[in-house]
């Protein structure tokens, strides 16, 4: 996913800074309906590029 932080989130406001970071659905489908739906996102990824864990690169701004 990508798009831009403008909102808030613990301690950080956004400035709209670019966000870019992987989300993945897995469905399952039986008989043409979808019985199960897994849902994983790298949260690590964005929380280190709004700035709420500190990373070598943001520790420097």
Do not use: C, W
Request: aromatic share 6%; proline share 2%.
């Amino acid at each position: 996913m990508s798009g831009h932080f403008t909102s808030y989130f613990q301690s950080r406001t956004g400035t709209g800074q670019p966000v870019d970071f992987i989300a993945t659905d897995i469905l399952r489908v039986q008989d043409g309906k979808i019985t199960d739906h897994s849902h994983l996102e790298d949260n690590l990824t964005l929380l280190k590029q709004i700035g709420i864990i500190a990373t070598a690169q943001n520790q420097r701004s």
